[in-house]
């Protein structure tokens, strides 16, 4: 089926160390966002890129890096993880015109100990 | 600036009884609004979205929401809860403009149903 897919779903590291998570989509979406959902916060936007080679900065970007080499794919990298990144991260991609709304990924649930 | 307020953190409905979720939104432009549904540990799953056809917005499972802009809300209801319906629900809201229309989440409605 057609849509978003993030990896990895789980993940749990040691303060310091760095990852990346991956986002892949097939919907030849122009735009995609990160997201970080904290208990009673909703979700709150990370990075997003409205094409590919673009990225900017959401409302939470700091400890976070961001890089969309292909149109397919945005990826979030956390360079030196601290506790408060413990969070599950959503990736979403828009569409526009007729197939304007948002996709969403099914999360990956990390862990900073 | 885009702001989304839940007006319930948590809503608790009988089966087979009607459930409200309340939300209200401000918005300097003409916004598009969304509910979206979160079962546990799930992704989120898109039920309506208004983007300035018809206020009253029909989704799935039975849901629908309306879309009141001189009160600046956009409740989300159901006639008949089902068992299946008991997770977490967001409202979103979304502006126009460079930023390519972010997206900005309430805090989530927990509905809890009971048998």
């Known amino acids: 089926n057609a849509g978003v897919t993030q990896t990895p779903k789980f993940r749990v590291l040691k303060t310091g160390q760095s990852m990346t998570l991956l986002c892949a989509q097939d919907?030849?979406?122009?735009?995609m966002y990160w997201y970080r959902q904290d208990p009673g916060m909703g979700l709150r936007l990370i990075h997003y890129?409205?094409?590919?080679?673009?990225?900017a900065k959401g409302e939470v970007p700091d400890g976070y890096n961001v890089s969309r080499l292909k149109k397919q794919n945005f990826l979030l990298g956390l360079e030196s993880a601290a506790p408060s990144q413990t969070s599950v991260y959503f990736c979403?991609?828009?569409?526009?015109?007729?197939?304007?709304?948002?996709?969403f990924g099914s999360g990956t649930r990390l862990t900073v100990v | 600036a885009q702001s989304v307020t839940q007006l319930d953190s948590h809503v608790s409905v009988s089966e087979g009884t009607p459930v409200l979720l309340r939300c209200n939104y401000s918005?300097?432009?003409?916004?598009?609004l969304f509910w979206y549904v979160q079962h546990p540990n799930k992704g989120l799953q898109l039920l309506l979205k208004?983007?300035?056809?018809?206020?009253l917005v029909k989704g799935i499972n039975g849901f629908e929401a309306e879309f009141k802009k001189s009160e600046t809300s956009f409740h989300l209801t159901k006639p008949s809860a089902h068992m299946s319906d008991a997770a977490e629900y967001f409202c979103?809201?979304?502006?126009?403009?460079?930023?390519?229309?972010?997206?900005?989440f309430g805090g989530g409605t927990r509905v809890l149903v009971k048998p």
């Open positions: 918005s300097s432009y003409s916004p598009s």
């Open positions: 208004y983007t300035s056809a018809a206020t």
């Open positions: 919907m030849n979406h122009e735009y």
């Open positions: 890129s409205v094409g590919e080679g673009t990225t």
């Open positions: 979103v809201v979304s502006e126009g403009g460079a930023a390519g229309n972010k997206l900005t």
């Open positions: 979403a991609s828009r569409g526009t015109g007729q197939n304007y709304g948002y996709t």
